[in-house]
Each structure stands twice: as structure tokens, then as C-alpha cells.
């Protein structure tokens, strides 16, 4: 699997007609696959897409997320958060599940489904850090990526704190819209030190 960096939208030609979950394919609008920067750093992760992400295919550019894009913005990570289509700059975004259901959450069954897209992105990137936002996303990554059990993850306990993985390290992150503004400072506040570490030195962005 080659990486396309034309474009930022599904870079690695993942399946866009993928049929692996009736139910999802009945109310999905599109397939909301990893955008960014294949040359990343970081891997940004979310549940699901929100109404306006499944509308433009694009992770986190609905209403109710794109304040995750005001945060990268805030630490040089992204220009111009507000656009159709963000340019990203060391870091992609993606879902845990690509598919929205209006009505309900991903089954245990749909996630396990979009395991093999996960699982390539985050191959074929090998970031040095991984952002899951929300419960389920930082229990995912921490089943795979950690020795790290269910009952010792906490999303809003472990905020804005860093847990070391098995060749990643992987900071938990409210969903924004959840977020206090104190909890939205800490997050910025801790990404920016980490920054601070030169994670962006170790690999420079491909050429598109």
C-alpha cells in the first residue's frame, strides 16, 4: 500500500466503497478514512464521524469537533482550522469506526471491522505519538498499543497526560466539545511541551 500525498483525503487509497457493515452503509453519506500528513508524527484518533465529517469525508471537521483543529492550529499543526479541507502539517486524523450511524454508537462488531484500516494507517505512519479522543478510542489504542488493562484507563482522568506504549506514547484527550476551558488549557499546555521535545525532527514532511 503506496501513500498519495497529492492529496490529504484518504491517502492511502483506502476501500471507499467498503461494504463490511449493512447497517452503516444504509445511513452513512461517505466514508470518513484518515486525512493529513503521511509523514506524521501524530495520529489523531476519534470514535466516529460527526454529521458534518460523514457529510465532507473529512475527519473532524464537524461542528461539534472541528475545536480540535483550533488546538493543532494553536500548536502549529494546522493552518487555517476552519477550512473545507485543513492543511495539516505533521499530523493525521482519523476514526476508530469511519461510518456514522445517526442514531446510535458503533457495535463491537463494526469496530472490529475497521480494525484492519486502523491498523494500516497507523503501520504505515508509525507516529511517534497517538491522540485518542474519548473513552473508546484510548481503549483501543491502549488494547493494541499498551499493557495497559480496561479498568486502568480513565479519558478524564488521564487527560492531557502522557502513557507510554509499546513504540508510541499516546496522550488521552476529551472530546472538545466535552472539554472545561482549564481541561482545554492543560491539553495545550502538554502538547506543546511535548513539542518542545523535537518529536517534528524526526522525520520532515514528504514531498507531495
Known amino acids: 500500500m503506496d501513500a498519495n500525498q497529492e492529496s490529504m483525503s484518504n491517502p492511502f487509497g483506502m476501500d471507499e466503497d467498503c461494504q463490511n457493515c449493512p447497517a452503516l452503509c444504509e445511513t452513512r453519506e461517505t466514508i470518513a478514512h484518515g486525512y493529513g500528513d503521511v509523514g506524521a ?25 472541528r475545536e480540535l483543529l483550533d488546538v493543532l492550529a494553536a500548536v502549529d499543526l494546522c493552518e487555517d482550522p476552519d477550512a ?63 499493557t495497559m488493562g480496561e479498568d486502568e484507563l480513565d479519558v478524564r482522568e488521564q487527560h492531557a497526560t502522557t502513557l507510554r506504549g509499546r513504540g508510541f506514547e499516546i496522550i488521552p484527550v476529551i472530546p472538545p466539545a466535552e472539554q472545561t476551558d482549564a481541561e482545554r488549557e492543560e491539553l495545550l499546555e502538554h502538547l506543546s511541551e511535548t513539542l518542545g521535545r523535537d518529536y517534528r525532527q524526526t522525520k520532515g514532511r514528504r514531498a507531495r
Open 84 to 146: 473545507a479541507e485543513p492543511d495539516l502539517d505533521g499530523v493525521f486524523l482519523t476514526y476508530v469506526t469511519r461510518c456514522r450511524h445517526p442514531d446510535r454508537d458503533a457495535t463491537d462488531e463494526e469496530v472490529v471491522n475497521c480494525e484492519p484500516y486502523l491498523n494500516s494507517e497507523v503501520r504505515m505512519i508509525n507516529p511517534e505519538l497517538l491522540l485518542p479522543v474519548g473513552q473508546r478510542p484510548l481503549e483501543e489504542l491502549a488494547f493494541e498499543y499498551t
Open 41 to 65: 508524527d501524530f495520529i489523531v484518533l476519534g470514535d466516529s464521524p460527526s454529521e458534518g465529517a460523514d457529510e465532507s469525508g473529512i475527519p473532524f471537521t464537524g461542528e461539534t469537533e
